[in-house]
């Protein structure tokens, strides 16, 4: 297997991006001839998010909801309705939260210039604050190997049906559902711990804000949740379908850090949000709007393997809000090789749910990719990382993203036990239980202290935290 440069993310999937999505025709119907449409059979009973396009129970392959190219966040006040906040801004009322606030979506002056803050604050009546937001974020991982043909289709039946658990999943010592894991998941104890948590994060749901999933790969049969709880935030329907060409920009992302989570806590459900477009890039609105969704769905752990340069108010503001209600966030610490994470890794200090993640190799050395610094929580095995991928096969994938969903999961075993800790402590017990003898080794002596308390330990996890 050969693994390709991981150049990455963020810079120059931004500028790719910024160009390709221009021909991109906002809202438009589904090409004649396409996919047969995923339909929704269960129609959400909530009222529908403010992106849904038409027939929004069907998906609708290349569809793209409107894009703005910044947005304004500001408080709710009293007597505020969003047609009151739509007249007096000029814009589209995007995420409406009574905790983390309103955001609205807004078009660039004719000049070209951002929206002024000054003015929208003056017609608003209360602080705001403009910030860019398409294309701010991108996902953090890149393809190593796709296995295609007759014997690389995927074998590992349904992730969630080996509920008998450890017994059926290890033989002698051997990760049978895909034994080319096997080292990755000896390296983090997966199999003690998924003896210490036999519940193997039953009732436990997880979010994956990303690029979707392959709804109808057989892995994730009886893996997901309800259909009412889905969303497509970018494609503006209610099928969060994994969209674009395998092997290219960040299509199988999404569905690979699912099934990296659902290997660590198979009897875990997955919340399948779409964020991110076939590019592997997208909108601030999009995520806040996914972040307050989970939260109002059920979700208790959020998987974030994505992350921006700059450090975006709006989300730092959904992921408080989020806290406050005892919803986790796993977070990748970004591949581009540097002493500074990506955001919102980089506020580990400031928002107290949140656990930021960085990658190592099966030595546990830092990956060439990973970003690392102060603000890393731990450290996990992100290279060449085997999971579903889109049509029945399946695929290693190298990132900070990968190795972020290994602690999604480890949270979800946790607390699908009697947890014997507060749940806000285990965010705190992930780095305090993780293995610090990455730092023995020399060559990760130039990144002390930077790579978190050490490589994420979920046995120990395990038996610091559950009855
Ligand atoms: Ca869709």
Not at 144 to 173: C, D, F, Q, R, Y
Not at 177 to 205: C, D, F, S
Not at 301 to 328: C, E, F, Q
Request: one cysteine or more; a neutral charge.
């Amino acid at each position: 297997m050969t693994r390709t440069p991981v150049a990455l993310l963020l810079l120059s999937i931004t500028a790719t991006l910024l160009a390709s999505c221009n021909s991109a025709s906002p809202a438009t119907a589904p090409a004649p001839g396409a996919v047969p449409p995923i339909t929704v059979t269960n129609p959400p009973v909530q009222s529908l998010p403010p992106n849904a396009l038409p027939d929004p129970l069907v998906d609708h392959p290349g569809q793209v909801a409107p894009r703005f190219g910044f947005t304004a966040a500001m408080a709710i006040q009293s007597g505020d309705t969003v047609a009151s906040m739509q007249a007096a801004s000029g814009g589209t009322v995007l995420t409406w939260d009574d905790a983390s606030g309103a955001l609205i979506g807004l078009n660039a002056n004719k000049d070209g210039t951002a929206p002024s803050a000054s003015s929208l604050s003056a017609s608003l009546g209360r602080a705001v604050a403009v910030d860019a937001n398409r294309d701010q974020l991108g996902a953090g991982g890149t393809i190593t190997a796709v296995m295609s043909g007759s014997k690389i289709a995927w074998a590992g039946g349904n992730l969630s049906a080996w509920s008998a658990g450890s017994k059926i999943a290890w033989a002698g010592g051997e990760y049978t559902p895909i034994p080319q894991n096997t080292q990755t998941w000896n390296a983090i104890h997966l199999q003690q711990a998924q003896t210490l948590a036999p519940n193997l994060g039953a009732g436990v749901v997880v979010a994956v804000i990303d690029t979707g999933l392959d709804l109808d790969h057989v892995a994730f049969k009886d893996a997901l949740t309800d259909q009412s709880t889905w969303w497509d935030f970018y494609g503006g329907d209610a099928v969060p379908q994994d969209e674009g060409t395998l092997g290219t920009g960040g299509y199988g992302h999404g569905t690979n850090v699912a099934g990296i989570i659902l290997q660590i806590a198979p009897k875990s459900k997955i919340m399948p949000l779409r964020v991110l477009g076939p590019d592997g890039s997208g909108d601030v609105s999009g995520i806040v709007s996914a972040i307050n969704w989970a939260v109002a769905h059920g979700a208790k752990v959020i998987n974030l393997s994505l992350g921006s340069a700059t450090n975006v108010k709006p989300i730092n503001d959904a992921l408080l809000a989020a806290a406050a209600k005892k919803v986790l966030t796993v977070t990748s610490a970004g591949n581009n090789s540097r002493g500074t994470l990506t955001y919102p890794a980089q506020n580990r200090y400031q928002l107290p749910s949140l656990v930021s993640v960085a990658s190592v190799d099966l030595m546990g050395l830092k990956s060439s990719f990973s970003n690392y610094g102060l603000a890393t929580a731990v450290v996990a095995p992100g290279e060449n990382v085997f999971a579903p991928a889109p049509g029945n096969m399946m695929a290693s994938w190298s990132g900070t993203s990968q190795a972020a969903p290994m602690v999604a999961g480890g949270l979800a075993l946790a607390l699908g036990q009697t947890l014997k800790v507060p749940m806000m402590a285990l965010p705190g017990a992930v780095s305090f239980s993780a293995a610090n003898k990455i730092y023995t080794n020399s060559a990760n002596w130039v990144y002390a202290a930077q790579l978190g308390s050490g490589e994420l330990d979920l046995a120990a996890l395990m038996s610091q935290t559950v009855k």
